[in-house]
């Protein structure tokens, strides 16, 4: 079966400093990949998404940059934080498919900004 | 581009009543519909979702949506809650023709079952 990890589950940083969150999924390949962002009572928003190794689309502009490095390991990262970066991000996988697949999501990494 | 409005941010409800959330959604194009549940810290889950045919879905613990084409809409019900339902719902639309599939969700609704 197919699981999806992220980490860290929380994480406290300050303005201006480094991120990286990962997400790898296990138990299927070539899956397309996800990163939202859940703000402080707001829906979600769809930041990153990639159809395969090293294809990226922005969904957003912001100061975050999203990479695939492998086939099943997805990373979010900024090099400066911003108090606006807080919020409860979420990775997700579907099927290398189309519109009406389903979304599979991580359990996900709620960021504090200081 | 396509937008969803859930109207409801928040909808207390006694065990065992029914629930509506209801969910209206805009496009210039043909979408599919999705309902995910998401409870305390945890990752969403997928409760239905309308591709085709029927306009009546049925999905997991014992929800339902009707589309409504002409009104733009996609309602969840379930006809007696549990405890257990306490949870945000969002509603989320992709269009049919997209590169992989790009969800836009609404703002979601709380669901607070009470006893």
């Known amino acids: 079966s197919q699981t999806i990890h992220q980490w860290p589950a929380t994480l406290v940083q300050p303005v201006g400093s480094p991120l990286s969150l990962e997400c790898t999924v296990e138990g299927t390949s070539n899956p397309n990949l996800y990163w939202y962002r859940q703000a402080a009572g707001r829906g979600l928003q769809l930041l990153f998404y990639s159809v395969g190794i090293g294809q990226i689309s922005s969904e957003v502009p912001q100061n975050l940059s999203a990479s695939r490095p492998q086939d099943r390991q997805f990373i979010l990262s900024s090099k400066k934080l911003l108090l606006s970066d807080s919020g409860f991000y979420l990775c997700?996988?579907?099927?290398?498919?189309?519109?009406?697949?389903?979304?599979?999501f991580g359990p996900g990494t709620r960021l504090t900004v200081l | 581009a396509q937008s969803v409005t859930q109207l409801d941010s928040q909808v207390p409800v006694f065990e065992e009543a029914p629930v509506e959330l209801r969910c209206n959604y805009s496009s210039s194009v043909s979408v599919y519909l999705f309902w995910y549940v998401q409870y305390p810290n945890q990752g969403l889950q997928l409760l239905l979702k309308?591709?085709?045919?029927?306009?009546l879905v049925k999905g997991i613990n014992g929800f339902e949506a009707e589309f409504n084409k002409s009104q733009t809409s996609f309602h969840l019900r379930k006809p007696s809650v549990h405890i257990s339902d306490t949870a945000e719902y969002f509603c989320?639309?992709?269009?049919?023709?997209?590169?992989?599939?790009?969800?836009?969700f609404g703002g979601g609704t709380r669901v607070l079952v009470k006893p």
């Open positions: 997700a996988w579907s099927v290398h498919g189309g519109a009406s697949d389903t979304q599979y």
């Open positions: 309308y591709l085709s045919g029927s306009t």
């Open positions: 989320a639309v992709s269009p049919l023709k997209a590169a992989g599939n790009k969800l836009t």
